[in-house]
DNA sequence: ACCTGAACACCGTTCAAGT
DNA sequence: ACCTGAACACCGTTCAAGT
């Protein structure tokens, strides 16, 4: 067990970051801990701490490589669609399979919450608007005569209604069940709302009751 | 402290639960726990296992005073709109507001992964498929030509998304910067759907690429 | 310089023992 | 019968001490 110099700091994170994921998928978000991932790269819990802040900074690592994986299948499913509706139903229905297929990884990314006063760092809150703007490039595509605000808008509209269809399908809520009742949820409110946004000017966002 | 008889094991169980809802409004989803509850009552931690299964079962309950709380707002929300499309936006901006104001309460009841054998009692199902049908009325009032089946797919569409938006939001994420930003959101993605809905078929739905 | 091992202050849960 | 107090098996985090 106990050694020196048989791994750089580098090599340790990265052992600790893989280890942090396989028991992720072994035991889900609860079963997560900075003992555990000790355990399973032959360190003392002390040593984690020479390599993170803590367990919030670990997780956040975690979590960068979650979105770098899940950017990459958004890339993939844009591709070789045949028009920009396509395009965005496929990224919507990659984000649903894609938090189905690494359920537990994608539960570290919200289930978790920080200390109020720790504030994300730009390189993770950067990596999130990045996916985020691969919706606003489809849109982009699919109605230019919007304005980027009002795209900007519309992007952060469907990013968050199919992360909703995915966060109460993946807890099975609503009896939404599973991923194929998922999909078409996210289907459905893609196709929707793209076709009412289409046709409306976006005047109606000004009258505002105040209830 | 320690006293015999004082209190109904029903009395225990109402001063639990309202013990619960203080320490999470002061110290968030983080700070609860079944000591700090117990030392708040004047009893011990075992007194609440003789009236409580375990946490997850407090906290079930915790959550269902949180849903009844709810519908009251969604119910008072829905009076005197003037159609039915109006009835869901004050549907969704209420769930929003809900939301923000009890902010710790509301996450309670997603941000707690339970053990995944434990399912989850019938009454409580009940109480979430209530909220639910409050939407599925609207509905039917906005767009009675439309199949039952149609009108509950649209309803759980409507739901996840308001409340993915309030998952976004009210953790900071895409921009999305509170609460008013959170209701210009909602507002979007229920005018829009609906517009988009009342005046499709449903057909769309069959048309499914296998990607 | 690197890493450990023990400590500290917390958890949820159980249960023999007291009244 | 009701409730406690101590125990058990866990946590995250720190840091003096060892090599």
Redesign the pocket.
């Known amino acids: 067990?106990?050694?020196?110099?048989?791994?750089?700091?580098d090599e340790?994170r990265a052992m600790a970051l893989s280890a942090a994921e396989a028991l992720l998928d072994r035991e889900g978000v609860a079963?997560?801990?900075?003992?555990?991932?000790?355990a399973e790269i032959?360190?003392?819990?002390?040593?984690?701490?020479?390599?993170?802040?803590?367990?919030?900074?670990?997780i956040l690592q975690v979590n960068a490589r979650t979105l770098a994986a899940l950017a990459e299948w958004l890339d993939r499913a844009a591709l070789a669609q045949p028009d920009a509706a396509a395009g965005v139903r496929a990224l919507g229905r990659t984000y649903v399979r894609y938090a189905d297929r690494h359920r537990s990884r994608w539960e570290l990314i919200f289930n978790r919450q920080r200390a109020s006063d720790a504030v994300l760092p730009d390189w993770y809150l950067q990596s999130v608007a990045g996916l985020f703007e691969r919706v606003e490039r489809q849109l982009a595509d699919y109605a230019p005569q919007r304005t980027a605000a009002d795209r900007s808008l519309a992007a952060r509209v469907l990013w968050s209604g199919v992360h909703g269809v995915c966060t109460l399908a993946l807890s099975d809520r609503l009896d939404i069940a599973g991923i194929a009742e998922a999909e078409r949820l996210t289907d459905s409110l893609i196709e929707n709302y793209l076709a009412g946004w289409v046709n409306n000017s976006g005047e109606w966002q000004m009258v505002r009751e105040d209830t």
Chains 1, 2 share one sequence.
């Open positions: 067990m106990a050694r020196r110099n048989d791994h750089s700091r340790i079963g997560l801990s900075t003992r555990k991932i000790a032959g360190y003392t819990v002390g040593s984690l701490y020479l390599v993170f802040d803590n367990l919030d900074d670990l």
